[in-house]
C-alpha cells in the first residue's frame, strides 16, 4: 500500500511555529470568564449557555475575553470581533433577519475558490465585523488531525483573523470564520509556506473532496476511501481552485453501502464500495451470536431490553432480498441474490463480512432541492475495481465533465443536466452499455425517442407512394 | 517554521507572485494517524460499543483502539480546539479526529488511559454549565446534528441554525447519551432550502424557510443585477421585466407563482426575501442514506411551517419530540423512521405523532402525482372520517 505523499512535505512543530506563549494562552480565570459581559447587551444568547449541550455561546464568550485580554499589537484585526458578532447576531434574533450582506468578490491571486466574501449591513454598530470573510481550509482526508497542526492554525488564526470556525464545513473543509481583505493573501502564504496546505473549493469549481473512515478504523471499508480521496483531491488542483465548470461539483467516497459520509445524497458523484464475490461467513461466530454470547450489531441497541437476540427474526426475517437461511445448523447466502444492503453484516460484524474482491459502485447526479427538487445519485458503474492510480475513474470523471461542460447551462448541475436531456444520452456519451441496474423498473409510458437510424428504411418518405396506397 | 508576525507576512503586495506556493493540496492523512492506526490500517476484524459513545475496534493482530466520542458545537473558537489539543496530548499522543457529523472522536489503545480520558471529558464544563465534552453519538440514539451557517455567517438564511440545534440538542439529550431507540435517527438542519447541509434523506430535517415572495428594490435593481439572469434564476417563471414609472429597468413578481426559494436573491441582491414574519421553520422526516434494508429514501415534509421562537423554538423541539417519541413506541428494532412510517402507512404516523395533516402536505410540485394514493389500500384514522362526513359520505 502506498501511503507516501506525491511530494515531500513540511513538519508542522508548534515549539517553532508558535505566535503566542503559554501566558498569553491562559491569560483569563474560571473566575474572570464567569463574570464577563460582552460590550452588546445579549439575553437571548445568554439563554443559550443553559442546558447540557456545549453551548456556542459560552465557547464565544471566551474566546471574546481571551481577545480583550492580549496586550496590543498581538492581534492584527480588532478585538472586539467576538463580541461584535454575538451582538449582530441577538440583534438577528429580535429582528428575524441575517445581517449579513451578499458576498463581494474577494479572494487569493490565481485562485477562484476556497474565499467567500461576507460584508454586514450594520458596519456603524459593529465595526469590528464590517469584512468577515470566510477561508476553508482542506482537511486531511477523514479529519484526523495532530495537534501540531491545529495549535499552529489555531495560533494563525488567532493573529490574523477572529479566532472563530467550523470544524468542519459541511462539504468537509475545516473552515475560518471571519477576517479582512487584507489578510486573505498573508493567511494564504502562512498556510502554505508554513502548515504546507492549501485551501479548498467555492463557487464553480470541484469541491473539496471528503470521505469516511474507511481503513482506517472501520472493518466494513471495502476500498481505500483515503487514499482515493487524497489522489483525486490533488489530481484535480486546478479544478479546484479555478472555476471552469458550470456550476460546482461534488465527490464523496463512501467505503461500504452504510453510507457514513452520505455521497448518495449530497455528491455530483459518489463513490460506493462494494464487493462482487460471496459475503464471508464464520460458521462459529453466527452459532455464538444466536446463543447470546455476542451482542448483535456491536451492542448498538444496548440502551433498551430488546429480548434475546434471534437470527430468524433479526436477520433472516429482514434481509431485503430473502437470500438467507439456516440450513442443518448453518447459515446460508445464496449470493447471487444478495443486494449488498449491509444489514446482515452490521447486525452480525464478527460473523459476517464483505467480501474480497472489492471495488466501487459509481453513481451520479445527486444535489440539494435548489433548484428543480432534491435529487439522489443514479447508479451508473455497479462495479469498477478501485486501485490506484485510479486511471479507469479518472478517465470515466472526465468524460462526464468534458459532456456536463459542453451541454450544462449555468448554474445546471449535472444530476439536472442528465434529466434534461435523458439517462440514455448520458450513458451513450459515456459508451455505457444500458443495464438493468441503472433504474428501479422501465419504463411505464411508450414514448420512446427513436432514432432514424433504429428504423428500416429511415424516416424519408414520399407522400406520393403513400397516396398511391391511399386516396384522399 | 514560525508563524510571521510581519503585518503583511510572506507576501509582498509589490510583487505579488513572488514566492507563492500554489495547488498544494491537502495534507498527508497518514502523518496524522495515531500509530496504532497506522499499524492496523485495513486489518480491522469488528468493533463493539462498550457505551454509548465509547467503542473498540479490534484489529486482526489482536490490538485494540478505544474511541472516546464527544458532541461539539460545530461553530468552534480557538479557545476550543487548544482544550481539545490539550486533551489529545494528554490521554491520545497528540491525535485528534472530528467526524462528518461534527463529533470530536479521541483515541487511545491503552484501557486505563481510556477510563482517565473519559472522566477528564466529562469533568469539563463551560462556567455557565454546559458539558463541553459530552460523550454518547454511538449507536441506536441520536447523534450530533449538522447544520449550516444561519444568522453567524450568511445572506440567504430563514432562520437560525446554532441556535435551534443547541436548542434542540438540549432537549434530545438523553438520546445522544443513549442507545434506546429502535434504529439511529439522523437529525439535521439547514436555514433555507439551498440546503448548503443537504438535509433532504434525514430521518428529521429541520429547514429555515421564507413565506413572502422578492420585494424589488426597483430604485436599485439595474445597478447591482443582470436583469435577465435575475428573471432566468426564477424556476416557475415568476419574474419578467418591467419599467419604473421614470423608466428605469426593473421587474415585476407574480407572487401568486412564487415558491419562495430565493433562487432569484442568490443571484440578484436586489430582490431580497427574509421577513420577520414570513420566516420559518418547516419539518421534514422520513429519510434516509443507508442502504440498510430498504433503500436511501428523501425526507417528507410533516410539518408545513413553525415560527422562529428565538432563541429555543419552542414549537419545533414540541414537534420534534412528538416524531421521536412515536417512533420510539412504535417501530421494531432496526427499522428507521422512514421505513415505520411506511409500514404503518403515513396515515398512521399522523395519528401517532398527533401532527395535524394539511392541506400543504399534499404535493403539487412537479412530479406530484406520484405521491397521490392511487389504490383503495388504506388504514381509516380520524383524517379519513373528516373526509367522509365533508363529503356528506356519513353523518
Known sequence: MAFEPKRPVKEINYAESRIYTDAELNNYTEEELKNFKVKHEIPMLEELEKGPWPSFVADAKRNALHRKKLADGRLLLDKEGSEDLLGLLEQSFEEGETHWKHGGIVGVMGYGGGVIGRYTDMAEKYPS????????????????YDTNF????????????????????????????????????PIFFELTHVMDTDIGGSGSNLRTPSCCIGKARCEFACVDTQELSYELTNHYQDELHRPAFPYKFKFKFDGCPNG??????????????????????????????????????AGAHGGRDWGKFDIQKEVIGLCPTGCMAMEDGKLVIDNANCTRCMHCINTMPRALKPGTDTGISLLCGAKAPILDGAQMATLLVPFMKAEPPYDNIKELIEKIWEWWMDEGKNRERIGELIQRVGLPKFIEVLELPPAPQMVKAPRSNPYIFWKEEDVIGGWDRDINDYRKRHKR | MKLSTEKAGRFILEKPQENRLTDLGPRHYWEYFPPVIKENYGKWAYHDMLEPG???????????????????????TVEHVREICDIADKHC?????????????????????????????LSRKHVS?????????????????????????????????????????????EYFTGMQLPAKVRVSMACCLNMCGAVHCSDIALLGYHRKPPIVDHEYISKLCEIPLA???????????????????????????????????????????????????????????????????????????????????????????????????????????????????????FEKTGLPFTEHLIDDYRLAYDTWRTSTQFKFTDAAWAVSKAAGGID
Open chain 1, 129 to 144: 465585523i464590517a469584512h468577515f470573510h470566510t477561508m476553508r481550509v482542506n482537511q486531511p482526508a477523514s479529519k484526523f
Open chain 2, 54 to 76: 465509547v467503542m473498540v475496534h479490534v484489529s486482526e493482530t489482536g490490538a485494540k483502539v478505544f474511541t472516546v466520542r464527544c458532541g461539539a458545537a460545530r461553530f468552534m
Open chain 2, 93 to 121: 499522543g497528540g491525535y485528534v479526529r472530528f467526524t462528518t457529523r461534527n463529533n470530536i472522536e479521541f483515541l487511545t489503545d491503552n484501557l486505563e488511559s481510556l477510563e482517565a480520558l473519559k472522566a477528564d471529558l
Open chain 2, 231 to 349: 428573471i432566468a434564476a426564477c424556476p416557475v417563471g415568476a419574474i419578467s421585466p418591467d419599467k419604473t414609472a421614470d423608466g428605469k429597468r426593473t421587474v415585476k413578481i407574480k407572487n401568486e407563482r412564487c415558491m419562495f426559494c430565493g433562487n432569484c436573491y442568490t443571484m440578484c441582491q436586489a430582490l431580497p426575501l427574509s421577513d420577520k414574519e414570513g420566516d420559518g421553520v418547516t419539518i421534514l422526516a422520513g429519510g434516509k442514506i443507508s442502504n440498510r434494508i430498504s433503500e436511501p429514501k428523501f425526507s417528507k415534509v410533516v410539518v408545513p411551517w413553525l415560527p422562529n421562537n428565538f432563541p429555543r423554538f419552542p414549537e419545533v423541539i414540541s414537534d420534534v419530540k412528538k416524531i421521536v417519541e412515536a417512533y420510539a413506541n412504535g417501530a421494531n428494532k432496526y427499522e428507521r423512521l422512514g421505513d415505520w412510517a411506511e409500514r404503518i402507512g403515513w396515515e398512521k404516523f
Open chain 2, 129 to 173: 454549565g454546559s458539558f463541553k465534552f459530552p460523550i454518547g453519538g454511538t449507536g441506536a440514539g441520536i447523534t450530533n446534528i449538522v447544520h449550516t451557517q444561519g444568522y453567524i455567517h450568511c445572506h440567504t438564511p430563514a432562520t437560525d441554525a446554532s441556535s435551534m440545534v443547541k436548542a434542540v440538542s438540549d432537549e434530545l439529550f
Open chain 1, 150 to 185: 491545529l495549535r499552529t492554525i489555531c495560533d494563525l488564526w488567532s493573529y490574523r483573523g477572529s479566532g472563530l470556525m467550523n470544524l468542519h464545513g459541511s462539504t468537509g473543509d475545516l473552515v475560518l470564520l471571519g477576517t479582512v481583505t487584507e489578510q486573505l493573501e
Open chain 1, 260 to 297: 457514513c459520509v452520505a455521497s448518495i445524497a449530497r455528491s455530483d458523484l459518489s463513490f460506493i464500495g462494494t464487493w462482487r464475490d460471496d459475503i464471508r461467513i464464520d460458521q462459529e461466530a453466527v452459532k455464538a451470536y444466536i446463543a447470546g454470547e455476542i451482542k448483535p450489531n
